[in-house]
């Protein structure tokens, strides 16, 4: 197995459009794209990119095509058959198992249809290849950034080691279904605005996951809040992950059930589409762009959040976890 390296200076126009073109399965690849000068930490345009096709890859006719974007916060696995294969149904085993980071040395079926499982194991086979290959010098651990649950049984077998994470669904939204010009009300005594650094250290305190100071203070720069006219205080806000994800979407307890999580997507959604307006040319066909979440599988709480506001789950999902050899 050869990986060769791809210069993402010239080539970053057709990078862009290719993850465009890919769209919803490379919404978070994009994303991070997107965010690089927005954002200060983890900048796509200091990342090195590697792939199992010819120093071209856009003009590979390999069937499959992995893709290895290292940056210095850890790596995103990109693999084309993704595109296809998140848009087939999967078996109930796999739906099972996609909810889990324990596999066994026999997988199931994953896909209903059997040319899609075909493409499934070839697409296996090259990913481990690749796996290997770029690991070969690796002395430390690796970050591995949102994998596609599909290839969690591939990079798990071959770095041998405890998984910890914790699966994710995917949640997206098409952006032509979001009016961005859309006048986002509230109840009298609330207002609109943004995340401050005051905010940061009830964020990192309310979330779940316990976030570097700076990791927030770099997610806050795009971000929603609704607070009290008299007070001020914070009671419902999201922010936005490196990779464009909406985060940390919270309500305060005193406050649930009245329906403030809507307004503060609303209102992430708008920064959004403004952002894809402003970032990506116009085309005359032009490719639906998406808004995505990521919410854990065991949250049945955000789940039923994001299913009421109109979002879907795509594919088995994603997981983000320390690797090593």
């Known amino acids: 197995m050869t990986l060769y390296k791809f210069s993402l200076k010239e080539n970053y126009a057709q990078l862009q459009d290719l993850l465009v073109q890919s769209g919803p399965t490379t919404t978070t690849l994009l994303g991070w794209f997107l ?40 790596i995103r696995v990109f693999v084309s058959s993704e595109v296809v294969l998140d848009l087939g149904e999967f078996t109930p085993e796999a739906i099972e198992l996609s909810q ?13 249809d059997s040319q899609l499982e075909i493409l499934y194991n070839q697409s296996k086979l090259l990913l481990e290849s ?11 651990n690796v970050f591995v950034h949102g994998l596609n ?15 910890a994470g914790t699966p ?28 401050e650094s005051r905010d940061v250290d009830l964020v990192r305190s309310t979330n ?31 922010m936005t992950h490196r990779n464009f994800l909406v985060g940390s979407l919270h309500v305060l307890p005193a406050y649930r059930r009245k329906g403030y999580a809507e307004p503060v997507l609303d209102d992430l959604c708008r920064q959004y589409k ?8 116009a085309r005359k066909e032009e490719k639906e762009l998406y808004f995505c979440a990521a919410v854990e599988k ?26 090593s050899k």
Not at 40 to 54: G, N, R, V, Y
Not at 100 to 112: D, G, Q, R
Not at 274 to 281: L, N, R, T
């Open 100 to 112: 889990t980071v324990a596999y066994e040395e026999i997988l199931p079926t994953y896909f209903v």
């Open 35 to 74: 965010g690089t000068g927005m954002f200060e930490l983890d900048p796509a345009d200091e990342c090195d990119i590697w792939t199992t096709s010819h120093s071209d890859p856009f003009q590979s006719q390999d069937p499959v095509v992995v893709w290895i974007f290292e940056s210095v916060n850890g």
């Open 274 to 281: 403004k952002i894809f307006q402003s970032k990506i040319p």
């Open 168 to 195: 994710c669904f995917k949640f997206i939204k098409p952006s032509s279904s979001f009016d961005a010009e859309k006048k986002i009300g509230l109840p009298k005594g609330l207002k609109l605005t943004n995340l």
């Open 298 to 323: 065991p949250n049945i709480a955000s789940f039923s959040r994001f299913k009421k506001s109109g979002w879907t789950t795509f594919g088995l999902g994603n997981i983000w976890f320390f690797a």
């Open 208 to 238: 779940k996951i316990s976030y570097e100071l700076s990791y927030v203070q770099d997610c806050i720069r795009i971000s929603s809040a609704i607070r009290r006219t008299d007070t001020d205080e914070l009671i419902a806000w999201g």
């Open 149 to 163: 649950l599909l290839w969690l049984p591939v990079v798990s077998k071959v770095l041998t080691t405890t998984i």
């Open 130 to 140: 690749a796996i290997k290959e770029y690991m070969k010098n690796k002395e430390t």
